[in-house]
């Protein structure tokens, strides 16, 4: 039966951590836009002002 908790108990965890990375990215992508527009910039530009990782630009760069 303790199986059975810890099953639903990393299913939870597991639903949480989807949920707060997509929470995240779609933060992410609103913050890009915004200094985008307030500042009128490149979205590179705008990602580096926010400090987003070079490894991840790439990926918000295709969702903009």
């Known amino acids: 039966m303790q199986s ?3 099953y639903e108990k990393k299913a939870a965890q597991d639903a949480t951590q989807k949920a ?3 929470t995240r990215k ?3 992508l609103e913050d ?5 527009e307030a500042f009128h910039v490149s979205a590179e530009q705008a ?7 070079e ?3 790439s990926r918000f760069l295709s969702m903009l």
């Open 26 to 28: 779609t933060t992410h």
């Open 47 to 53: 990602m580096k002002a926010l400090k987003i990782p």
């Open 4 to 6: 059975v908790g810890r």
């Open 55 to 57: 490894s991840e630009s």
């Open 20 to 22: 707060t990375e997509e």
């Open 32 to 36: 890009i836009k915004n200094v985008m």
